[in-house]
């Protein structure tokens, strides 16, 4: 049986969604992961950019979401770039 199959479909859709940023080349934080971080700690009650931010911290090393990304390491932006 394939494991977490509706989270990585969630993480599939997000990745549908255009980026807009700019400079696309030195980006190197994957907008479907910064999304998917930042529904999950929504859905956890965190609604500030900073209680964001410091869920992401938090689960950065979260073997779960590791193999959901299908990474060893998960990097995520600085508080102000993800503001």
């Known amino acids: 049986m394939?494991?977490?199959t509706k989270a990585k479909a969630l993480l599939?859709?997000?990745?549908?969604i255009p980026d807009y940023r700019v400079d696309i080349g030195k980006i190197q934080y994957p907008l479907?992961?910064?999304?998917?971080?930042?529904?999950?700690a929504?859905?956890?009650?965190?609604?500030k950019f900073k209680e964001i931010f410091?869920?992401?911290v938090y689960?950065?090393?979260?073997?779960i979401l590791k193999d959901i990304f299908e990474k060893d390491e998960i990097e995520i932006p600085s508080k102000s770039t993800l503001h």
Do not use: D, H, R
Not at 32 to 40: G, P, Q
């Open 12 to 16: 599939e859709s997000l990745k549908t």
């Open 32 to 40: 479907a992961e910064v999304l998917f971080m930042v529904i999950f």
């Open 54 to 56: 410091g869920w992401m």
């Open 59 to 63: 689960n950065k090393e979260n073997p």
């Open 42 to 47: 929504l859905l956890k009650g965190n609604t």
């Open 2 to 4: 394939k494991q977490y």
